[in-house]
Every structure is written in structure tokens, then in C-alpha cells.
């Protein structure tokens, strides 16, 4: 299959043509048309699917089939970067057919976002705080709105953005498209969904939550002491062409990336407590090679799309399984094939056990000459380790003892 079977717009074609986008990925094969008819869309899909092209398309068909209206389109999205990210994209397809797009986040001025507010764009992209900021001060009005995203929907409601999410929806005309992407679908998501669309269709990109397969993944046992020197020596030994690097805490990624300047690697570091203008250089400089690692905090992190990252390194190991596989979900994106490395302590059993839990499979680890007893206390059904004992393993019993 190819995109001109969907027979977009020729100039939109253009636009993919020279980025050598050529065949739809799953989620644009099925999005793509049933969008394009106005349905309403619940889109379970992460990052790397391709799902920004799957509703921006045919939205910017559908906008460009009648009279361009100043706001015809809204996509909210959970963080500055990802709402920059999506600007990228449908600005520069918008501006193929005419039609302009402005980003509206926090931590940068007013000024320039109310120009384009006022001025009228036919569609924004935004994070809820600012934007119900603008809607409240009269400087931005909906009423013309044909389409409303929701773009990582479980990420917007971990971060505290449903009241933002309901004050600015009730302010938006109820003859609408309305389509949402999430990367889990969680109890507050569906009920979000039956609130707010209508009949949606669903589609859901491999199963709910599992990471794409393409991504090869591996536990190195460590003592949380020997944590840089393991790191620094994977980073100058193994393969490592380019690698987001992940933590904790924002003074915990300070530290890592200073440790790793001083002995000479190339890295720059991505957390909340940046500034706008050196979390864009920092991404500039790493999607243009100039930096080859980056150090981030999840929040800071989550949605980046960064195409060459060969490595995930989990320096800590997520809290939950969702920040799991949103942070492996960096690397292998599209088709390409990525590795994600994450270093577990023997403090990490529970993060580690409702990791391998969701995944449904204890991850391998490695045997390196640092490792550590590391314990995880799932076991994937079926599986048996150990000698057997009446179908139940002594091992089995007292967990696996691993490293
Ligand atoms: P997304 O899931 O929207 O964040 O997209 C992930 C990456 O995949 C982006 O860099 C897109 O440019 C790329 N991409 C999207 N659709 C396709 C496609 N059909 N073929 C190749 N790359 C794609």
C-alpha cells in the first residue's frame, strides 16, 4: 500500500515524498480513511507508530477542503516538546496547502503567541496550562473548531491536566471530530473517551502496552555505586552510535551528564528545571548529531521524537511499566531496530517485578563481571525454572535470583 491510495491531496504527497515517507504504517492504514469520513477516533498507539500523520493527514484534508477558519483544529498535548514536535509536522505539511499553524506552550512569552492567536491560525497546538491560560484572558476563542486532538491522553492525565482538559473542552462547539491517542488505555481514559467523543472507532496498535518487538531489550544486575563506571564503560565499548540515557531525578541527571562531559563524551542534559531555550538546544543538538547522548528526566523526555537513537539506557529503572515502555518506545521507531538497556539494583525488585509483570516475560539479563544478585518475583506462567517439585519449583517459591 501506498499513500496515494488514500488520494490525498497531490502537495501533501509531495511534502511525505521528500521525507521518503512512502507506505502508511498500520495506524495511518486504518486511521487514515475512517478519519477522513469525521468519525471521532480512540487511538491506543505509542509514540513510533506513526500516529501524528495518521490524524494530522486527514485532518489537514478535511481543512483544506472548505474555507480556512481562524482555529478549525486543536491538538493538546502533554509537553512543550512533544507540542513543538507536532507543530513540526503539520506546520510544514499545513503550509504545502495553505494553512497556518501555531504552537502555544508554557515557559516562553505571550507576546508572540497572542499575535498568532489573534491573528488567527487555522489550527494550534498546545499544552492545556498555557492554552486555558490564553482562552481566559479572551485571547483565543474555539468557535469555528471542525477538530480537537488529544495527543497522549495518559500522559496529559498523569501529569494533573484533566480539570485544564475539561474547562477548555466545555469551551469548544460540541459539533466536533474529536480524536484521542494514548499509549495505555487506563480506567480515566475510557471514562475521558465516553465523556467527551462520540461512537469512537478504536484502534489499538500491537497489544495495549507492550513495546514494540522490535526493540531488544536487557537487564544489567548492578550495584547502584558502580552505576557511572558501568555506563561509561557500555557507552565507549558496546555500539553505542547515539543514546537517550534516563533517571530519575532532575539533580541525578545533572550529575550524570556532568560525570560523562568531564571525561569527554559528547552529551547534554534535558530536565524540567532547563530553561526552554537549552532544552531546544539540547534536542537541536542531539537530533543534529552534535551531541551523541542525552541525559533526561521522563517528564522532560516523554514523546520526543528523536529517529537515529540507537540506545535506551534506563540509568534508573523506571517507577511504573508505563514509563517503561514509553522510554524504550525512543529508540526503534518506525521500523527501525533499537536496543534498551536497563540497569537493575537490588533495590529494584518491585519496579522490576511489575515491569516483567506487564510484559509478560522475565527480561534476560546480562552476565557481566559487575553483576549483582538481583531478585524478580515474577514468573510468566508456563514457564519453569529450577528443579520441579509437584509443578512448583523451590526457586520458583522464593523468587528467581538472578545476575
Ligand atoms: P510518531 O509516532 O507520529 O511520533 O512518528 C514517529 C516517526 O515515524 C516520525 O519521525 C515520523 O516521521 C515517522 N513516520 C511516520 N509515518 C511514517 C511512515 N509511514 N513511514 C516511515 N516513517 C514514518
Not at 491560525?121 to 496550562?129: D, E, F, H, K, S
Not at 569527554?264 to 526552554?276: E, L, M, N, P, Y
Amino acid at each position: 500500500m501506498h499513500f496515494e491510495d488514500f488520494e490525498l491531496d497531490p502537495r501533501l504527497l509531495r511534502v511525505l515524498d521528500t521525507k521518503g515517507i512512502e507506505t502508511p504504517t498500520m495506524i495511518q492504514r486504518e486511521a487514515i480513511p475512517a478519519l477522513f469520513e469525521g468519525r471521532d477516533m480512540v487511538a491506543v498507539a505509542q509514540t513510533g507508530t506513526g500516529k501524528t500523520l495518521a490524524y494530522a493527514l486527514p485532518a489537514l484534508m478535511r481543512l483544506a477542503e472548505g474555507r480556512v477558519q481562524r482555529n478549525m483544529m486543536l491538538v493538546l498535548a502533554p509537553t512543550r516538546e512533544l507540542a513543538q514536535q507536532v507543530h513540526g509536522v503539520i506546520a510544514e505539511l499545513g503550509k504545502a496547502v495553505g494553512i497556518r499553524c501555531a504552537a502555544v506552550y508554557g515557559g516562553t512569552g505571550f507576546g508572540p503567541q497572542i499575535d498568532a492567536l489573534k491573528k488567527g491560525v487555522g489550527i494550534v497546538v498546545a499544552t492545556p496550562g498555557r492554552l486555558l491560560d490564553h482562552m481566559r484572558r479572551g485571547n483565543a476563542r474555539f468557535d469555528d473548531l471542525m477538530i480537537l486532538v488529544l495527543d497522549e491522553a495518559d500522559r496529559m492525565l498523569d501529569m494533573g491536566f484533566l480539570p485544564d482538559i475539561k474547562s477548555i473542552i466545555r469551551k469548544l462547539p460540541e459539533q466536533r471530530q474529536t480524536v484521542m491517542c494514548s499509549a495505555t488505555f487506563p480506567r480515566e481514559i475510557a471514562r475521558l473517551s465516553e465523556e467527551f467523543l462520540r461512537e469512537p472507532q478504536r484502534i489499538e496498535v500491537g497489544q495495549i502496552a507492550k513495546p514494540v518487538d522490535a526493540v531488544r531489550q536487557m537487564l544489567y544486575p548492578v550495584h547502584p555505586e558502580r552505576k557511572l563506571g558501568l555506563l561509561k564503560t557500555m557507552l565507549r565499548e558496546k555500539n553505542v552510535d547515539s543514546a537517550m540515557i534516563f533517571l530519575r531525578t532532575k539533580p541525578r541527571t545533572e550529575r550524570v551528564a556532568k560525570a560523562l562531559r568531564k571525561d569527554g563524551f559528547k552529551v547534554q542534559a534535558i530536565h524540567g528545571d532547563r530553561s526552554q531555550r537549552q532544552r531546544n538546544e539540547a534536542l537541536a543538538g542531539f537530533r543534529s548529531g552534535k551531541y551523541r547522548f542525552l541525559v533526561a528526566t521522563d517528564v522532560a523526555a516523554r514523546g520526543l521524537d528523536i529517529q537515529a537513537v540507537s540506545h535506551v539506557i534506563n540509568y534508573d529503572i523506571p517507577e511504573n511499566p508505563d514509563d517503561y515502555i514509553h522510554r524504550i518506545g525512543r529508540t526503534a521507531r518506525a521500523s527501525a531496530e533499537g536496543d534498551a538497556v536497563t540497569f537493575v539494583t537490588p533495590a529494584d525488585m518491585l519496579p522490576l517485578e511489575a515491569i516483567e509483570r506487564a510484559l509478560g516475560k522475565n527480561l534476560p539479563r546480562a552476565d557481566w563481571e559487575g553483576a549483582v544478585p538481583v531478585i524478580s518475583l515474577y514468573q510468566p506462567p508456563g514457564v519453569q525454572t529450577g528443579r520441579k517439585r509437584r509443578g512448583i519449583t523451590h526457586r520458583r517459591r522464593r523468587g528467581r535470583l538472578l545476575g
